[in-house]
């Protein structure tokens, strides 16, 4: 696919920290890239317009906003405003919330008179940035999160979610913060909205991993229950935030790539845009799943049919494929391209260690491969490659997982280019890169059990 379609990248190579903004029918995807705020539209998630530079930094090095870093866009009385972080390690303190507007959602005038920055107090002079802004129904006040720090001493467990609030938006006064657990170096890229009867607290933290969390709570002011699963998504999807049309709502974030587009290298900071539509389950809790009019943006059936096997039994019955292993066993089932929608449902017999799909693999001798494994026993999702045999990878691409109470399994991958997104029962998210292989063979595995395979299709890109 071009850099156009579905996992967008800039001409830079890379896309960090997408602020997502929502009007008439048109979702702005304002993000940091090439120095400042870049900016693509998109109605569908599929197809995008690239707009190009909207606002960046100043070569004057006095300037608080000498760099432009990440913030919000909203709507007040008419106008579009932006609250963006200006940065400047020059200066004490070295960033403060700043703020322009606009018209037309791209041409933005400076406001020379608005600058908000910490205390020294409440807040640490050394973080103050990625402001987000919204009207609080509940409290009747303009509300701005903060990605701050307390003054404490507490190494690497300082972050807080400062809080600055104005009844008028335009007399601003900080508060204490919402939301101070002493366990993270950093809450960047907070975002706060209500669904339902719950409030969501959004944040991102690269403490010891890159992980994009979230917080419930029945009260904007929580406190802030940690759900058992409180990720969108593995540690490849960073500085993710939220967007709403009013009916459906969008987690929206980065991919991040790998140092020199390297499977055997670590993963590091910008890629490519991710994003998730978000389901509330009866719990409150938060689930993801993959956005139809991206799904339905793969429309070429590629064949399928029973080919090269190893190890254990495969059969097939009424359109069910039947594996069983004491250890390992595969069945190719055809070859696909690299942009390619996978779709199955695999029932898991209980005591099976794991099965799943086996994508841009070599049958018969099977020297390359990639697969995602549903691990039953252990309540998880796995990405495996063959990388993985030999190679430090840093992390594991890895995520919890529901197990149903009848082993069912729905599971859709998608893959484009380097970037595979899988989806599990409407309910959870891994993403991840796969750089040496990008297509081949597709099939089926079992492990140390049993499984049945139905519903099994795959679709090529029809854009």
């Known amino acids: 696919m071009e850099r156009d379609k579905i996992y967008y990248c800039s001409t830079e190579g890379y896309c960090g920290d997408f602020i997502p903004f929502y009007w008439d029918g048109v979702y702005h995807l304002y993000h940091i890239s090439g120095g400042g705020w870049k900016h693509i539209t998109t109605t569908d998630f599929v197809h995008f317009t690239d707009l190009g530079m909207s606002i960046n930094g100043t070569d004057d090095e006095t300037a608080q906003d ?55 107090q409440l807040y640490s002079l050394g973080a103050f940035r990625d402001s987000f802004v919204f009207y609080n129904e509940d409290v009747g006040e303009y509300w701005m999160l903060v990605t701050g720090a307390t003054t404490e001493n507490r190494s690497k467990r300082w972050a807080t979610a400062a809080l ?32 339902g009867n719950k409030w969501y607290l959004v944040f991102s933290e690269y403490t010891r991993w890159w992980e994009t969390k979230y917080r419930v709570s029945d009260s904007p002011y929580g406190p802030w229950e940690i759900p058992a699963n409180d990720t969108f998504d593995g540690r490849t999807m960073y500085a993710a935030k939220t967007v709403s049309n009013g009916e459906r709502r969008f987690i929206v974030g980065w991919l991040c790539h790998k140092v020199e587009g390297n499977d055997k290298t670590k993963y590091m900071w910008g890629g490519h845009l991710l994003v998730h539509e978000i389901v509330q389950a009866p719990d409150g809790t938060l689930n993801v799943k993959p956005i139809s009019e991206v799904l339905n943006a793969f429309t070429k059936p590629v064949a399928i049919a029973a080919g090269d096997s190893f190890g254990g039994n495969w059969k097939c019955e009424n359109g069910k494929y039947i594996g069983e292993s004491e250890g390992f066993s595969t069945l190719k089932l055809g070859t696909a391209g690299e942009d390619v929608l996978y779709k199955a449902k695999i029932k898991i017999k209980p005591g099976t260690l794991s099965a799943g799909l086996v994508f841009r693999a070599s049958y018969p001798v099977f020297d390359k491969w990639c697969m995602l494994k549903i691990e039953q026993k252990r309540g998880r ?33 998608i893959t484009s280019g380097s970037i595979f997104s899988v989806y599990v029962n409407d309910e959870v998210a891994l993403s991840g890169r796969s750089y040496s292989f990008r297509d081949g063979d597709f099939g089926l595995f079992t492990e140390n059990g049993s499984a049945e395979f139905y519903d099994i299709s795959v679709l090529g890109s029809g854009i």
């Not at 579009?80 to 703020?99: I, Q, R, S, T």
């Open 66 to 120: 000498k760099n432009v870093f990440t913030g919000c866009v909203t709507e007040h009385d008419g106008v579009f405003h932006m609250f963006y972080c200006g940065h400047n390690d020059k200066l004490v303190p070295v960033e403060a919330a700043m703020h322009a507007t606009s018209t037309d959602l791209h041409n933005w005038t400076k406001d020379p008179d608005f600058c908000i920055k910490p205390d020294g």
């Open 381 to 413: 999702i796995y990405f495996d490659s063959f990388f993985k045999f030999f190679d430090d990878v840093f992390f594991d691409e890895v995520r919890p997982i529901t197990v149903p109470e009848d082993n069912v399994y729905d599971l859709k991958i």
């Open 164 to 195: 600055v609030a104005s009844k008028d938006f335009k007399n601003w006064e900080l508060r204490d913060p919402i939301y101070k657990p002493y366990m993270y170096d950093s809450h960047e890229c907070p975002d706060m909205f209500k669904m």
